[in-house]
């Protein structure tokens, strides 16, 4: 069993909705079997094709993702812990919003009692929140003259957003999840927040949200969550506490994430 199709996916699908869509190129063949098919375009531009070929996935089944040369170099160097078979049937299994629970019970453990302490105290609502929290943008970089750079926009075959971590069958080093982990976190925070998957790097995710947290106990939630799934925290929100984490996710439409 490989990722289900939806009824009539397909280039043929795209190329007659949208008539300016540029040719597709193969682009790579995943380990679950998938073409993955794409076009060049620069950093500025490619947030545009996104909406609209996501706006037409509902009918071709091609989820869109913005991604480097890096990206498909890391594509090269699949998760071989598990098939493509078992880890698409332990993604419809697995609870991502327990899964994350479970992870971070596992740090409450291993914190020091200190620590541990001062994270449930932050999670109760004690923390400071800043006056300024930090709030990435898309991780669309530019040359250092400010000019776009090109990027790819590729086109995933998957039965629904969340399992595009099994299309792909990549993860499971340090503390990246492995698809079937990846896919079920992804469909929690999709049912939750609206979360769907926009720009991957191979070492980086970002994602557009529809309806992120508004209040400062579901954002503390959210951080909590975040910090389990991973590293990103210090590097990309310049947060020092549980708290400025929440800051930063607090109605934020955009959410990056990084891994080391």
Partial sequence: MTTPARPHPGPGVLAAEIADLPPLEPLVV????????????????????WRRLRDAYPRSGLWPLLMDDDAFECL??????????????QAYTLDGAALLAEFGDRSLRDYSPE?????RAELAGDGEWPEQPEQPGLGLRHDRN??????????????EPWLVPVTLHYGGWNGY??????????????????????IWTGTALDYTVTRPPLTRPDALALAWEYRQYNDGEYDLYHAETLTDL???LLNAPVWRTWWD
């Fill in 76 to 89: 090269e160097d699949p998760y071989t812990y598990a098939t493509v078979e078992e880890s698409l049937a």
């Fill in 30 to 49: 995943t380990p679950s079997g998938a073409q993955i098919t794409g076009f060049p375009a620069d950093s500025d531009t490619g947030p545009d094709w």
């Fill in 115 to 119: 620590y541990a302490a001062e994270i």
């Fill in 177 to 198: 999840p492995d698809p079937a982990q990846h896919a079920a976190i992804m469909r929690h925070w999709l049912d939750r927040y609206g979360a769907e998957p926009m």
């Fill in 146 to 159: 400010g000019r776009p750079l090109t990027i790819t926009v590729a086109l995933v075959p998957a039965a």
């Fill in 246 to 248: 929440a800051a930063g």
